[in-house]
Structures are given as structure tokens and as C-alpha cells.
């Protein structure tokens, strides 16, 4: 795991060898172990490293053999020793062990097709000195941050988006139509970030940069082919699958530890791994306090877990930290305590399984289909999803605003995904969003244009519902939060976080699962459950999904921490971007207890706090004061 940052800019006023140091510098969370660079007249690239294979010869940049070609590159391919065996047979020679060679000479011998060979989550750019071409890829996923941005002679690119900040050439500047859609999605949703004219390179998509121009396609997308696969052949499939991913994925030469929450997925990846260190994060109710759930699995399965308590203290302490790191304002509460778990397991260990990938690939979330907890309810509307496509969408629209009970979940049952479903997170409604915007922020994409962007790419018309869900948050909330939160947050602690239940070969096999396995009257995630179930008490495997608990309604009820939100509310500048007279009314009333809008304010002040961070202080790392932390729990 690493860093990259780089440009191609041929303007002689560049110091290019103190403006990359300065970018590779910014970003030395993300590699403190080592760095390199490479620079010629028209190209620099900087990269920063955290060793985890071939700890001594992996560094990079790495050349080919005639030194026309050179790579850095950010993360890790699981498949590389048998590619590099066919590249050796090919006549291809390696001065390193290291997986970051295969790419190199990989895309020497297959080009583009190399992107379809590999097994990985990864962002890599080679420079061709001899065409005077670069090209990058991101991985299928999205699992690795890949960004660009265009500016005066200049092209940039970096896994954080605040190395370019260091850059003479980079232009700061507020995307004014990202503000608007991330009221309703809680995430940056759109493709250009909250940094006017800096993009992502999508999931699944590869660019090549030349003469100043920027070609970027797509070489992978999510291919549905539902079967007819029983019950029983699909639970031993998705198993052997799994453990398989997970055997693939920890593959290093450092120990390898995991992240154990008191859910199904990463108690299914723990259980396999059995590591020698796995960690939990809780805060001080119990009720929000999953680590006493995550000690109870570990002991029943005789493993060591490390557990630690967040304070309410530490949490707005280290928040504005949180948002720098994320480049990008992310009002997920589990942001919170992710920080501080990756922190934890950093201690110990520079790699850490985690369960991410699991609700997207086998429907996992309530979302898809969860909207009552009547059985009956939910049996009628398994069999009435049986019907033709047009009956149930004529049956739809006769249950469409009906309020009577039950009517919620047979609706989101028969209706087409793309009228109802956004994804996993509505914080405001559009309406809502508009009332409280000043006038320069209400245009914007509507959240209708963002999510029919993704729906629109479905090719398959007899594709159930559930797997449409899955395709949007594929591209919507799993890669623009999930991923982006899991990535930014464990290498702030230079951590390396891998997702052995996020990848190609299990993909391969989720496009399979008939829909009826996927979620049903008896669960969400069915057959993955009954496959987890084999390595897990049924307490663990049926167990309701709750994420990561944060205790922000308390927070905010609260008068030393409902102060500080309303000191960042009261100020100036936040009058720029909202009706101040409402927000804050919005924030008192739930002081109150009048309402209960803690995700509204909480998104509001999100964002404040990142503005503040990039724009009032310009992008400084914040350094937050000394607080003890809660004592350890060690079983």
C-alpha cells in the first residue's frame, strides 16, 4: 500500500523537483517508509511506501529493462506470482519480487488486456518515455483512489486529492454544484469532486494522457448472469469462494490482522483468517458499544482481540483530522470511529482484513427490501414478485403513497428500483436541501440525473430489482463512500486495508446468485449467511446489520458538544452557504427535543468543518490537542 502523486507539465518554470517532493510529502501517511521519484522534461512522478511485499526490493519508481518504461503504483495484485511466472517464460527480466514489476512488464507484453488478468485492488500509472505517454488505471472496484484535475498546461494526478494543493499550477476553487446533491447523499456523489475540476478516475476505468489530451474508458463493469443454481450449490460456491479470497488476500510479508465488528461479515472473514491480533471499536453506552459483542466472538472462537472506547471528547477533537483526510466532506457517521479503529490496529500490525463489500455483492442492506418486520408481509410480497414485470409495476402504482401497514414494503417489492431507490443514505430531501441553500448553491444535478447515470448503463432488461439496487450502490455508494472512507481513514495511520469479500473472483460468483438467495422473507444476504454459517454460532450469522453505531443523537443532546456544533454554525462565513437562521433552528429544536434531525445537522456540520479545514485554512493539517483515551480492553 502506498501513495502516488505526479504531473506532466513541460513548462521550464516549474521547479518540478521541489513541487513533487512537496506533493509525495503531503501525502506521507500513506508511505512513511520509503519514497522515489522520477523526473524529465515533461514528467514527474512521486511516490511514498508502505512495505508489504518484498520489503527490500520493492521500491519504486521500478523501470523495465531498457528504462523506456516506468511505474508507481498504489496497492496490491493477489494473482501477480503466476502472471509473473508467464512473463519470465515470455523472456521478460525482473530485478524485484514485488507485484509492481508484473504491472510493469505485464503491460509491456498484454497492453491494455493486462487490466483483465489481474486480481487486485490497485491505482498505477506508467510513463513511456518514448511515446511521451502516460497511462493509469484504477482496479474494478474502486477499492484504491485514483484523481485528476487539468489546469494551466498542467495534468495532475494523485491518490489524495490535497497533494495538489502543493502544485503552483493548481487552482482552488469550490465545486458550487457539489454541495446541493451531498445534502441528500451524504457523500460527494457526483464525478467531479468538491474540488472545482477535479475528477476521480472512475471504478473500473483506465486513461491514457498524450500531447495534452486525456482519454479515459471503461475496461470492466459488473456483468449480471443470474442461474439456476440450488440452494445448496450456491452456499458451497460462495464458501469455497470466500475462503479461497481470503487465503489470496493475506499474502504478505508483515502480519496480517483483521477488523472484528459485531457483524456478519467481518466475523466471517475473522473466523477463516484466525489472526493472531483483530480489533474493535466501541464508545461508552453499551448500546452503541460493539466491542463487547466483537470480544464475546473472538472468545467463543479463541482469538485474540484488542478493543479501545471513544470518547464523545475525542471524537470532535479529532473530527476536523477525520476531514481532512478524507479530502472530501463524508457525513457517514462511521467515519468517526473508523479513524480510531485503523489507528488502533496500526499499532500492532500494517495490514488488516475488513469485511467491506459483502452488503453490496450479496444484499445485505434493509434497503433492498427490509421495510417491515411482518412475516406475513413479507410473504405476500415474495410471492407477488413472482408475477409478470408489467403486473408489478401496475400494482405499484396502485400501492404508491398508500399508508396503510405493509404498503411501504409491497411498493419498494413490485415498483422498478430506479422510482424509488437512491442508494443507501437520504439525509435531506431535494425540497428540503433547496430551503435551507443560499441561491448560488441550488443548481445542480438532481439526485434523479446522478442515480438514472448508473441505471441508465444497465443493459439487461430482465434484471430483478434487488440486483438493479446492487448495480447503483456498485457504483454510487460503494466506491464515492465505503471504499473512499475505508482507504483515506487506515492509511492516515498508515494501514494497509484489505476487502478479500470485494473481489473479482467473488464477484464472478455474485453475478450468479439467483435473486431469491440474495434477500428474502427470512433475511437479507441469505445464502451468504448459510455459507458463513459454517465457520459461525447462527447469533453471528443472522444478525441484524447495524453498521457502525455512533452515538451522535446523544452527542447532540448534549450541551458541551451541541456547543461546539453551534459555535461552527454561528459563524460567518456559513451564511455564504445556507439560511443561518434556519440551521440553527434546526440544531436548537433538536437540542430540545423538539425534532430529530441529528444526520441533518450532522451533514450540515460535516461540511462546515471540511470547508473550514480546505478553505479558511487552507488545506493545514489540523493537529488536534492531547486527550488521554479511554484504557484499552485487551482479551
Known sequence: MCGIVGFVDRSSETQKEQVIEDMMNTIIHRGPNSSGKFIDEGVALGFRRLSIIDLEGGTQPIYNEDKTKIITFNGEIYNYQSIREDLIAKGHIFTTHADTEVLLHGYEEYGVELLQKIRGMFAFVIWDTVK???????????????????????????????SFLKHPNFVKELNKEALKPYMTFQYSALDETFFKNVFRIKEGHYFTYKDGKL??????????RESRLSLDETVDLIDDTVVKSIEAHRIADVEVGSFLSSGVDSSYVTAVLRPEHSYSIGFGDKSYNESVEAKKLANMIELNNESRIVSGDEAFEYF?????????????????PLYFLAELASRDVRVALSGEGADELFAGYQAYGMNTKSKVVKVVAEGLKKLPKKTRYTLAKGLKGKTFHGALHLYTSLAPAEDFFIGQAKVFEETEAADLLAPEYQNAPTVKEIVDMQYDRIEDDNMSEIK?????????????????????LSMASSLEVRVPLLDKELMNVAEQVPTKYLINSENTKYAFRQAAARHLPEEWYNREKLGFPVPIKDWLREEKYYQIVRNVFEQDFVSEFFDQAKILAMLDGNFKGENDDRRKIWTIYTFLTWYQVYFINDGEK??????????????
Open 215 to 224: 482519454d479515459i474508458r471503461q475496461y470492466w463493469d459488473v456483468k449480471e
Open 320 to 336: 476536523p483530522l477525520i476531514q481532512y483526510h478524507l479530502d472530501e466532506p463524508d457525513s457517514n457517521p462511521s467515519c468517526v
Open 468 to 488: 438493479k439496487m446492487q448495480y447503483l450502490d456498485m457504483h454510487q455508494w460503494m466506491p464515492k463512500d465505503i471504499l473512499l472512507k475505508a482507504d483515506k
Open 132 to 162: 511521451q505517454e502516460l497511462f493509469g488505471a484504477r482496479d474494478h472496484f474502486g477499492i484504491k483512489p485514483l484523481y485528476y484535475a487539468q489546469m494551466n498546461g498542467t495534468f495532475m494526478y494523485g491518490s489524495e486529492i490535497k
Open 622 to 635: 489540523p493537529v488536534p490537542e492531547k486527550i488521554e483515551a479511554t484504557k484499552d480492553v485487551v482479551a
